[in-house]
């Protein structure tokens, strides 16, 4: 099971920090790509990143100078950072490790 939490509103300029708490299996042992995905409105589904059960991290090409995805080990979760925000990282954003998803969570970007 998979649960998003952080702010619901960023404004821009600033650094969007979410969290995604696996419960149910290890990040170190358990499937292999944890994934930020996000849906903007009326929009599809884009992928942000990912970090493996090794730790390594792969971004995203358009948003790789912006996006930070880290891990807490002992608290089983990862983190997604994403800076300089502006209204257009509007969305719903969802961690991903297959085959389960979380609820999604929603950012607006506002000031």
């Known amino acids: 099971q998979l649960q998003e939490s952080g702010p619901g509103l960023v404004k821009p300029s600033q650094t969007l920090s979410l969290t995604c708490a696996v419960s149910?299996?290890?990040?170190?042992?358990?499937?292999?790509?944890y994934n930020w995905i996000r849906r903007p409105p009326g929009k599809g589904l884009e992928w942000l990143g990912a970090i493996d059960i090794g730790g390594n991290t792969i971004y995203s090409p358009s948003l790789k100078s912006r996006t930070s995805i880290s891990r807490d080990t002992s608290k089983n979760q990862f983190t997604l950072q994403l800076s300089s925000v502006s209204p257009e990282d509007t969305a719903v954003y969802y961690c991903?490790?297959?085959?389960?998803w979380g609820q999604g969570t929603q950012v607006t970007v506002s000031s």
């Open positions: 991903f490790t297959s085959p389960f």
């Open positions: 149910g299996g290890s990040i170190t042992t358990n499937g292999y790509y």
